[in-house]
């Protein structure tokens, strides 16, 4: 298996634009988490699905952030508009359904928001 | 609520000297335990895990670590570090049977291992 998959895996935009973070989990995996990572907060929880239902998304941000995850292998995390304090690595994490909490990461996109 | 602590920050370390990252976790409740680690520009990756049974658990690539209940410690060691194992590394908690979403990581220790 080729392990998650995030795209872009840079972005670079300015304040007030859209910006569209992909990922692809591992097949059979059906737990997907969305997470973002900063010097000042570290690695935070910002959404996560199973089955392609979201199941607590009480990490998002504001209502700038939204995540869909439409079918078992693709998701988006989605930021409208933009600002500079949005920029971070986000990564994308999937699972099985063992209970146990061993997650696969993806290699994350750097975003920068000028 | 659970939480997991991390009491170093950064640990700088010469290669072929022991090291011990620490964590400590707070839960009212069983949990597994995770390390894991992440190399510069990459995602985060399985270190090894504690689920049950033996209290010592080790790495393919010769880090161990300790579970101590009474101590709520899970701290990792590695006798002899070399240059390739400077990284991040990241302690954290899951529920014993508890959703997938209760991952609670530390804050991280950015290893330094210099020559």
């Known amino acids: 298996d080729a392990g998650v998959i995030q795209s872009p895996r840079h972005e670079v935009t300015e304040m007030g634009q859209e910006v569209t973070l992909r990922c692809k989990p591992i097949?059979?995996?059906?737990?997907l988490f969305w997470y973002r990572q900063t010097m000042m907060r570290g690695l935070e929880l910002l959404i996560y699905?199973?089955?392609?239902?979201?199941?607590?998304d009480s990490g998002m941000p504001e209502d700038r952030f939204s995540a869909k995850m439409p079918n078992a292998s693709f998701s988006t995390l989605k930021i409208q508009p933009s600002e500079p304090r949005d920029s971070a690595v986000y990564f994308c994490?999937?699972?099985?359904?063992?209970?146990?909490?061993?997650?696969?990461f993806g290699p994350g996109t750097r975003l920068t928001v000028l | 609520a659970q939480s997991v602590t991390q009491l170093d920050s950064q640990v700088p370390v010469f290669e072929e000297a022991p090291v011990e990252l620490r964590c400590n976790y707070s839960?009212?409740?069983?949990?597994?335990l995770f390390w894991y680690v992440q190399y510069p520009n990459q995602g985060l990756q399985l270190l090894l895990k504690?689920?049950?049974?033996?209290?010592l658990v080790e790495s393919i690539n010769g880090f161990e670590a300790e579970f101590n209940k009474s101590q709520t410690s899970f701290h990792l060691r590695k006798p002899s570090v070399h240059i390739s194992d400077t990284a991040e590394y990241f302690c954290?908690?899951?529920?014993?049977?508890?959703?997938?979403?209760?991952?609670?990581f530390g804050k991280g220790t950015k290893l330094s291992v210099k020559p």
């Open positions: 994490a999937s699972s099985l359904p063992t209970g146990i909490g061993e997650q696969f």
């Open positions: 097949s059979g995996h059906d737990y």
């Open positions: 699905f199973n089955n392609n239902v979201p199941i607590d």
């Open positions: 839960s009212s409740v069983s949990v597994y």
């Open positions: 504690y689920l049950s049974g033996s209290t």
């Open positions: 954290a908690v899951s529920l014993y049977g508890g959703s997938q979403g209760n991952l609670i």
